[in-house]
């Protein structure tokens, strides 16, 4: 699974303030591509920095940037390839794009020493997954299973560790933690200590959201006060999630959106909750979340809706899917009077089940 992780993370992010550096990245592609668009984006701001055609089979890229960064080489933007390089000062890149993934060499640099450990890595998971097979093939349990495995599971983490440590000054170290981090840090204080060692590292987009995703969740845990925002009503008006909630009832809140099958097909509960439930002690709110205003004034007609909907739209400044690292929908959220949270992801049986052992 962190091996999925790994090389399905493969794109990322940096740009500091620091000297003007030089870089040459020289590009060879297949003859089909002639005469096409060719781009360097950086990776953080997804800004062009440069951009040339495809001229006998081969391109290249010269320049000087601000500082260490990550950069894709695109080709043919809407339906090309890309490969996405490491640069430092003084790197040389060469990029064979005729291949895939492309092949990245420069001369033992931090984008061959990035390509040996991923290419290590899949082929150690593969081992462990065969192995895994065997064991299960034989009767094992997912328990005997684990213990078996987790050892070599464990050599490759401290792998991973270990090459973040050693290239803690350098953008390989910063871009690495930032593609490994999510498999490696489950709470906000053990990534949040290793960002502050690791340079560049605190100022890459994707380490930055993770890491304000670990302390939300950590905040909005069961046992913990409700977090605030404000959106909209369905008729247009401003409120507050404060506006219901820590008002003296439970609150069930639903997050959900039009776009989403199975939000629909939970529907049917939260609606059968709060028929039986409603009033001086109980109500539910709806939140929708990632939709268009008309999507979600026709999905509160069509599914018969018929409790309060806070709207949140798409670039609404209080990002309630952020405060409550909602990161699959549906997902519901019960409140205490006060305000507290009681427990969150209760769907079918088991919502209906919780809501009414609390009201006991």
């Known amino acids: 699974m962190k091996t999925k992780i790994l090389i399905a993370l493969f794109a990322l992010f940096a740009v500091l303030p620091l000297m003007a550096q030089d870089y040459l990245i020289s590009c060879v592609v297949s003859g089909d591509y002639n005469g096409k668009n060719v781009y360097l984006i950086d990776k953080n701001s997804e800004e062009c920095i440069d951009s040339c055609a495809v001229v006998d089979g081969a391109f290249k890229f010269e320049g000087s940037l601000d500082a ?38 420069d001369n033992g640099g931090y984008n061959e020493q990035y390509a040996a ?22 009767g094992k349990t997912e328990e005997e299973i684990n213990a078996v495995l987790q050892p070599e599971r464990d050599e490759l983490d401290n792998l ?22 999510r498999s490696l840090f489950t709470t906000y204080n053990e990534l949040d200590s290793v960002i502050s060692t690791v340079k560049y590292a605190g100022e890459l987009g994707p380490l930055v959201d993770l890491r304000s995703s670990l302390y ?17 009503t369905a008729d247009g008006s401003q409120v ?59 999905a509160v007609v069509n599914l018969c809706i018929d409790y309060p909907q806070i709207f949140v739209p798409r670039k609404n400044k209080d990002n309630a899917v952020r405060l409550y690292n909602v990161e699959t929908i549906p997902h519901t959220i019960l409140f205490a009077p006060d305000g507290t949270i009681l427990k969150r992801g209760m769907l079918g049986e088991e919502l209906m089940n919780s809501v009414e052992s609390y009201l006991k």
């Open 216 to 232: 939300q969740r950590e905040i909005t845990q069961p046992g913990c006060m409700f977090v605030d925002f404000t959106a909209f």
């Open 160 to 181: 991973f560790r270990k090459t973040i440590s050693d290239n803690k000054d350098n953008m390989f170290g910063a871009y690495f933690l930032a593609i490994i981090a």
């Open 117 to 138: 450990l991923n290419t290590y890595a899949k082929e150690t998971n593969k081992a462990i997954d065969a192995k895994a097979q065997q064991l299960h093939d034989a």
């Open 68 to 105: 260490p960064t990550v950069v894709d080489v695109i080709v043919n933007r809407i339906k090309g390839i890309r490969a996405t390089v490491i640069l430092e000062k003084g790197t040389e890149a060469q990029v064979d794009l005729t291949v895939r993934p492309a092949v990245i060499m």
């Open 240 to 298: 507050k999630l404060s506006d219901y909630v820590g008002k003296g009832k439970y609150v069930l809140v639903d997050f959900w959106a039009s776009w989403c099958g199975p939000c629909k097909e939970e529907m049917p509960n939260v609606i059968a909750v709060n028929k039986k439930y409603l009033g001086d002690k109980f109500m539910v709110v709806g939140i929708n979340i990632n939709d268009a205003e008309e999507k979600f004034k026709e």
